[in-house]
T-cell receptor, first 118, second 113 residues
């Protein structure tokens, strides 16, 4: 149980284009989803927290107009990197949490999406 | 703000030896401390966690200890195996901001056969 999927697993795009990444909880309802960014050999940096049906809460220094987050249902959140540039190239990982079970504090991670902007 | 320090950044051990990774947190209101294992190019996987009302927790070869007074918690892996090789992240969550996990910087563990 508690499986989180991400799509696509990797994407290459040209500078200036927008890229959408999907995060789905497959067998549970995710009341909260998180988006992280991870640079090579570095830790997980939280970008934003999204609760279903409400606006995402962005961490300091993360541009909300650049990284658009939508959490339209209890099983799907999307991250759109708008007007992507080479410096946006990174590994983006989502995680999901449900408060509907006793271990509601656990975050379950997706497999990540590797973005390369040329 | 909240901060979690993790040491060492790299750790090499011989198969069968023990490995210990230590973390220190800054927010005294932290009450939940998970440990994640991330293999190369893969997702972080929760391997064990501990809550602030417990001092130690064990699951087979893995154990976690918590010292609330010193704001330290540690991961102990005994009888290490090559498949334990991965990056390990500690994290802490505040009682007053239950949404966020603050992650440590990671420890790259290599177990040599």
């Amino acid at each position: 149980g508690a499986v989180v999927s991400q799509h696509p697993s990797w994407v290459i795009c040209k500078s200036g284009t927008s890229v959408k990444i999907e995060c789905r909880s497959l067998d549970f309802q995710a009341t909260t989803m998180f988006w992280y960014r991870q640079f090579p050999k570095q830790s997980l940096m939280l970008m934003a927290t999204s609760n279903e049906g409400s606006k995402a809460t962005y961490e300091q220094g993360v541009e909300k107009d650049k990284f658009l987050i939508n959490h339209a249902s209890l099983t799907l959140s999307t991250l759109t990197v708008t007007s992507a540039h080479p410096e946006d190239s990174s590994f983006y990982i989502c995680s999901a949490r449900t408060l509907y079970d006793p271990r509601g504090e656990t975050q379950y991670f997706g497999p990540g999406t590797r973005l390369l902007v040329l | 703000g909240e901060n979690v320090e993790q040491h060492p950044s790299t750790l090499s051990v011989q198969e069968g030896d023990s490995a210990v990774i230590k973390c220190t947190y800054s927010d005294s209101a932290s009450n939940y401390f998970p440990w994640y294992k991330q293999e190369l190019g893969k997702r972080p996987q929760l391997i064990i966690d501990i809550r602030s009302n417990v001092g130690e927790k064990k699951d087979q070869r893995i154990a976690v200890t918590l010292n609330k007074t010193a704001k330290h918690f540690s991961l102990h892996i005994t009888e290490t195996q090559p498949e334990d090789s991965a990056v390990y992240f500690c994290a802490a969550r505040s009682l007053y901001n239950t949404d966020k996990l603050i992650f440590g910087t990671g420890t790259r563990l290599q177990v040599f056969p």
